[in-house]
């Protein structure tokens, strides 16, 4: 057995691609800044730019801050302060062994805000940084100004078979250790509608961390330690005015998770985005910057009404 892994381990390391190298790493070739920051015991990778009401951005698992790329900069010139980071085990903060659980993400959190002097702030969260994003918002309901879950995880959802696999003690070590370019290309395409609309360079961009020796004992201590339905029966705790957006062809969390989510939080909207998949933010970001900065300027004190009269209200531009 032991020779079978290590034949693996080695097969694994052969087939590897090289990664881009550091200095073409988003948000290299931008205006923006990476920045490192110690907080909570990690080294945190993270950016930090304009004026304005403070907007946090949390990606989901197995992303990093390139997932709000084409957010970023509209958000920031409709004039708000935007700030994306790599949550603790993603992109290129720190790997440890453990600290992957609900509440130690929240503490991160606070701790980054606490080092920006951020008394509070709004919070966009996509896929499992919805997850987080929420739990921030029951935990610390005076620290959060408003809420955006966009392809939200929170209450289950079925889960691609490679991640119930990676937890299994001895297989999953083999496993991740095939995470060569073309799985991240495979998984990444999944989260679209339209596969066609990733393109080589950001493959590249999401496969670089993956690449990095600790990323597969952080990940796998992630499926271990976060819980992914922790949300159920709890979100009617949540006080902040909260937008709830989906991708109507979204295979990864569907819209009826969605449609649940924004049920139970007490001042939410809940609307869709056509021929847009789990990853909608970075398939159609024009439709969602719409949508967000229209929820940051003029939504966060009367949500639902002005944003969605009712579950299918009509909104420009493709979406509803």
Known sequence: MKGRVALAAALAAACRAAPIPADHRFPAGTELTARYVEIDGTRVRYLDTGTGTPVIFLHGLGASMYAWRKNLAPVRAAGFRVIAYDNRGFGFSDKPAHGYDNAAYVRLLAALMDSL????????????????????????????????????????AREPPLFRVARWPLVGPVVLAFRGRGLTERLLKSSYA???????????????????????????????????????????????????????????????????????????????????????????????????IKFLKDGLPRVPENLAAGPKASVPNGTR
């Open 117 to 156: 002097h951020l008394p509070d702030a709004v919070l966009v969260g996509h896929s499992m940084g919805g997850a987080i994003a929420a739990e921030a918002a029951i935990a610390l309901p005076g620290r959060v100004r408003g809420l955006v879950l966009i392809g939200s995880a929170g209450l289950g």
């Open 194 to 292: 339209d596969p066609a609309r990733v393109t080589p360079g950001d493959v590249d961009q999401y496969y670089a961390p993956v690449a990095e020796p600790a990323y597969g004992r952080a990940l796998r201590a992630v499926l271990r330690e976060f819980r992914f339905d922790a949300l159920d029966g709890r979100l009617d705790r949540i006080a902040a005015p909260t937008l709830v957006l989906w991708g109507e062809e979204d295979r990864w969390i569907p819209p009826g998770i969605g449609r649940a989510i924004a049920s139970q939080v007490p001042r939410s909207a809940f609307l869709t985005v056509r021929h847009a998949g789990h990853s909608v933010q970075e398939e159609v970001p024009g439709e969602v910057n719409q949508l967000l």
